[in-house]
């Protein structure tokens, strides 16, 4: 599967899913997170400027959805007529399929590379967290897998829910483990720098050996 064939068969299931119920929403975000990830990397490729920024609103408002479905306190207007304005927009998305984009794996790959350097030098926990969750659906989208990725995402999604619920539900004055961060990251990136190696750019392995010296 081709990294633009990726991106459209999540924005098939995406249109597709028009439930509200908390696993609804759920799946939709993960869905739309994923043809995200290869059209904002291959955004050079296709042109498709309203696309991405339809869909980030659109994720912007699941976000607020799965919030207000897991931090209960955080339910403060009606969260199933929410639910139903932001699944009606979703058909604004229609036409927002990739056409064949040649190039598109080596441009997938420059931005994993590039992931990689950001996140080398990042410390801030919510920009290490989207490095690594983006890192993870670009190598999905290449044909390959990560359940290291996987489970560092899960991971630093509850760590999230968990200092969300205890500063806004428990009025708690929370810090994020920092020394876990810089676990987890240390081994993301161990994990990025596997992946990108056992493909067969070598321009890109390259970069990244000579990077590493």
Known sequence: MRPEEYANF?????????????KNIHDSRVDLRKYLAVARSTYVLHGKAECILKGKKIMKKLG?????????????????????????????????FLPKLYG?????IKSLYNNYIKLLEENDFHKIRKLIRESRFLIDSLG?????????????????DTYLFQTECQ?????????????????ALV???????????????????????
Do not use: P, W
């Open 191 to 213: 994990e990025i720098r596997s992946q990108i190696m056992i493909t067969n750019f070598i321009h890109i392995k390259e970069l990244l050996t000579h990077h590493l010296k």
């Open 144 to 160: 390959y897998s990560s359940l290291d990725l996987k489970d560092i995402s899960q991971e630093l999604g509850n760590m999230r």
């Open 104 to 108: 598109s794996r080596i441009v997938i």
């Open 10 to 22: 999540h924005l098939k299931n995406f249109l597709k899913n028009t439930g509200i119920l908390e």
């Open 64 to 96: 607020k959805i799965r919030d207000m479905d897991v931090i209960t306190c955080l339910k403060t207007e009606d969260r199933d007529s929410l639910a139903v304005e932001v699944v009606k927009s979703f058909n604004t998305l229609e036409n927002c």
């Open 171 to 187: 009025n708690l004055q929370q810090k994020i483990d920092y020394e876990r961060l810089r676990e987890l990251k240390e081994k």
